[in-house]
């Protein structure tokens, strides 16, 4: 009960003393948090940079037509700390992959900025911002 | 699928009691990089150089837990500071600004350099500082940006020698343990946050440093704008807390925000027509 009572406070001293840090820019200007879905297809490329990594699936579209999808990942500082390093991502490479993705508000199809990435080994990996509040992490907006 | 045991916690405190025994405890998608925070002890006094002075050497992370927070269980909470007292005309230059067109004029999405007191406000990546007697030297993750500053207390430069820089001249002084940072002559394209803040040529940014103890370091930052401001600003502390790791190399090589965000301007612009 003491460990309890001790992770709840220290859950609460965070809330108080966190020193907010402004991200790269406000997601929701460029993506629409309320049109979601996951994607399905084989990962074909990875650009690991900044301010934001990509990367691409395959997908097969409704007329059985190979389409290409782009995912907007974090920046390589918050990958890499959160275990999105390269290699982990490249390793899924000519994979079938699912990923989380928010389409762009702009229209331009195909587009997304992604939240986590199932890889081909079964792991669910974050890759981005919690802008659907689906992990119980900070939500940005 | 889990339970986010963390939050909900967080969530039963801030309820009401009854309320929170009938709050039926959220599911959500277990993912690798969530992070749910421990905050550091303070860890003992500030180590203190050669000449007595607080010595501010370290890699400095946002919040308390010593390490990236951006995908934390616990969201930041808002600073208790005053509003901004912006002049009329610049509180409603900010406010016409569409959501798009303040991200097209923020550095922090444009990867134009950020400046004072941009290096902590627009940067949500870690700071490594060093100081020595009589130097301050400030290295940022974001972009791999970095100034160096005097602490001995020299003046100004001469107005005759000064010119419009990103980090503006720089001089800084001890006040006791607290590092004193004055700088002027800031170039009008920075802003002084990413959310429309902009700035006149007479901006005057006076930052403070201190650290606590040895696992916390504080920021605050006055504004002095008489062109934009009706008073002198001054933020909250803000607290950073010492990391165990190093900075990573962080260039901005590939910004398609831009373009993308010039393309949602063009489509907002025509819904509006």
């Keep these: ?141 | 699928m889990r339970t986010h045991v963390g939050a909900a916690l967080v969530a039963a405190c801030l309820l009401p009691a009854a309320a929170a025994a009938q709050e039926k405890p959220k599911t959500f998608v277990e993912a690798r990089g969530n992070v749910v925070p421990v905050p550091l002890p303070p860890g003992g006094p500030a180590p203190r150089m050669a000449d007595g002075k607080v010595d501010l050497s370290g890699v400095w992370f946002a919040g308390p837990t010593g390490k990236a927070n951006a995908w934390s269980v616990v969201p930041d909470a808002p600073l208790a500071q005053d509003a901004v007292p912006f002049q009329p005309w610049a509180d409603a230059k900010i406010k016409s600004m569409s959501r798009t067109e303040r991200e097209l004029g923020n550095p922090g999405v444009t990867c134009a350099p950020v400046g004072v007191p941009g290096m902590f406000t627009i940067n949500p990546y870690p700071h490594q500082i060093v100081t020595t007697p009589g130097l301050f030297v400030h290295l940022i993750e974001s972009d791999n940006r970095w100034r160096v500053v005097h602490t001995d207390g020299r003046p100004h430069k001469s107005k005759d020698e000064l010119e419009p820089l990103y980090n503006g001249d720089e001089t800084a002084r001890w006040e006791g343990d607290t590092l004193v940072i004055d700088s002027i002559s800031i170039d009008e394209q920075t802003w002084i946050q990413g959310n429309g803040w902009f700035h006149s040529d007479a901006l005057h940014v006076i930052e403070r440093l201190r650290r606590p103890s040895l696992n916390y370091l504080e920021y605050q930052f006055t504004i002095e704008d008489p062109k934009v401001l009706t008073r002198p600003w001054t933020s909250a502390w803000r607290t950073y807390s010492l990391g165990k790791e190093d900075l990573t190399e962080n260039f901005c090589t590939r910004n398609e925000n831009v373009d993308q965000l010039r393309k949602l301007n063009e489509v907002e612009a025509g819904t509006r027509r």
């Design chain 1, 1 to 141: 009960m003491n460990a309890l009572f001790g992770l709840v406070a220290s859950l609460l001293l965070l809330g108080m003393s966190a020193a907010p840090a402004s991200a790269h820019h406000a997601f929701a200007a460029e993506f629409d948090a309320t049109n979601c879905s996951e994607v399905t297809g084989i990962l074909s490329k990875v650009d690991y940079q900044n301010p934001h990594a990509y990367l691409w699936v395959n997908t097969t579209g409704a007329g059985g037509q190979t389409e290409e999808a782009t995912f907007q990942l974090s920046s390589t500082s918050n990958l890499r700390r959160g275990g999105a390093t390269y290699a982990v991502l490249t390793a899924s490479l000519g994979k079938t992959v699912i990923v989380r993705g928010c389409a762009a508000r702009n229209g331009e199809k195909n587009r997304y900025a992604a939240s986590f990435i199932k890889l081909a080994d079964g792991v669910v990996q974050r890759v981005g911002q919690d802008v659907e509040g689906i992990f119980g992490t900070k939500i940005w907006r």
